[in-house]
């Protein structure tokens, strides 16, 4: 009977060949061997011929399918335009449908997309039909988007006049001009208190000039509120000074556009 010896280290198992001076002879052993035998001097090797194989035609397979791969993947190329106009649409979504690979057209309307001759392209673009072409057999051209023109319901807008949204937004501002009116005090000498009532009068009118310009200088609101209303002159100045006293806080921080509004509606109430 021969003795057999296992191999089951990378190399060769030197306590083995040290009991075999035959076996010694040999040197390394391959990593695919199984085990060997020695009977009557001579030294016999046996292989894993199953899982060699077996082994051997997976890697085949997967060199087969990459090679196959590259030889059929296409790079897809073409150009998308509107289908009226004929103009280039940037930005069209190009997608290989069931996947989430894919690309964009640029400014021109060009993409570019490698894909295999199994696949289906798919054109999206918001405003646009979505189409779908197979890249079997394709070939460069121009893929033309028809628009989708969707029938929208009649909605109906109602608007309503807002109460004064000025009201307490300048409250603030009205506290510092009283402060600073008040600091005027009784026991100050009259050249002073003279030089502060002069410049109290400069900021009041530098506050209220806008105003002034607008309403009292230019008589086109004046004659345009008079006709519009069919005013008199006396209707419309008492009219006015209703609207001063109502508005005296905030009619001198508005700008000319909202004085205007403001004004306008104020009219409107007051003459229906």
């Known amino acids: 009977m021969g003795q057999k010896y296992q191999h089951h280290e990378q ?10 001076p035959r076996a010694a002879k040999i040197g390394v052993l391959p990593l695919a061997l199984d085990y060997f035998t020695i009977n009557q001097g001579i030294i016999n090797i046996s292989r894993r011929l199953d899982y060699v194989k077996k082994v051997g035609v997976t890697i085949a397979a997967l060199l087969l399918a990459a090679v196959c791969v590259g030889q059929t993947q296409e790079n897809i190329k073409g150009i998308v335009a509107d289908s009226a106009s004929h103009r280039p649409i940037p930005y069209v979504n190009v997608i290989i449908k069931h996947t989430y690979r894919g690309t964009t057209t640029d400014g021109k309307g060009y993409f570019s997309l490698p894909a295999q001759p199994t696949d289906t392209l798919v054109f999206s673009f918001v405003g646009y039909k979505t189409l779908e072409f197979p890249v079997y057999e394709w070939e460069p051209s121009v893929i ?3 628009e989708e023109v969707r029938m929208l319901n009649t909605i109906t807008v109602e608007g309503s006049a807002l109460p004064n949204g000025y009201e ?5 501002e009205n506290i510092r001009l009283r402060n600073s009116q008040q600091t ?3 026991w100050y000498p009259k050249d002073k208190k003279e030089r502060m009532k002069i410049g109290l009068a400069k900021k009041e009118a530098v506050r209220v ?5 607008l309403m009292v200088k230019d008589d086109k609101v004046k004659n345009y509120l008079m006709k519009r209303h069919k005013l008199t002159e006396d209707q419309y100045y008492a009219i ?9 806080a905030i009619m001198y921080y508005l700008t000319d556009p909202e004085l205007l509004s403001l004004l306008y509606r104020f009219y409107e109430s007051e003459t229906n």
């Open 144 to 146: 033309l988007m028809p």
């Open 168 to 172: 307490h937004l300048f409250d603030e």
């Open 240 to 248: 006015l000074s209703k609207f001063n006293q109502k508005n005296y």
């Open 209 to 213: 000039k806008h105003y002034v310009d």
């Open 184 to 186: 005027i005090k009784f």
């Open 11 to 20: 190399g060769c198992i030197q306590k083995e060949f040290k009991s075999c």
